[in-house]
Nanobody, 126 residues
Framework: QVQLVESGGGLVQAGGSLRLSCAAS????????MGWFRQAREREFVASIS??????YYADSVKGRFTISRDNAKNTVYLQMNSLKPEDTAVYYC?????????????????????WGQGTQVTVSS
């Protein structure tokens, strides 16, 4: 079982920055690919990072503005969000997907993630 707790959300003006954190309570954190999704209407993919941290994948809407990273020693994944826009307003969710083949892949579909956090609200004012 993996428990995920997000933090770092809040209210920011357009053009500003926020950094989200997601702490995982699991002994084998390095065996999981991690992802960020967001939901304003439908839940959509934002970014993912492979178990080793070597591979990252981003939605086109955030490419060049957001950066995903992880610290396997701290069981934590981050999402640095810069140049925020009002359309980035959403609840942001952290997700974990077990990399059973140790392929170091970067999943982008909701079905590839078995564990989800409760979410943290990000609001960007214009």
């Amino acid at each position: 079982q993996v428990q995920l707790v997000e933090s770092g959300g809040g209210l920011v003006q357009a053009g500003g920055s926020l950094r989200l954190s997601c702490a995982a309570s699991v002994r084998t954190f390095r065996d999981y690919a991690m992802g960020w999704f967001r939901q304003a209407r439908e839940r959509e993919f934002v970014a993912s990072i492979s178990r080793s941290g070597s591979n990252m994948y981003y939605a086109d809407s955030v490419k060049g503005r957001f950066t995903i990273s992880r610290d396997n020693a701290k069981n934590t994944v981050y999402l640095q969000m810069n140049s925020l826009k009002p359309e980035d307003t959403a609840v942001y969710y952290c997700a974990a997907g077990f990399d059973k083949y140790y392929s170091d892949y970067v999943p982008s579909r909701r079905s590839e993630y078995a564990y989800w956090g409760q979410g943290t609200q990000v609001t960007v004012s214009s």
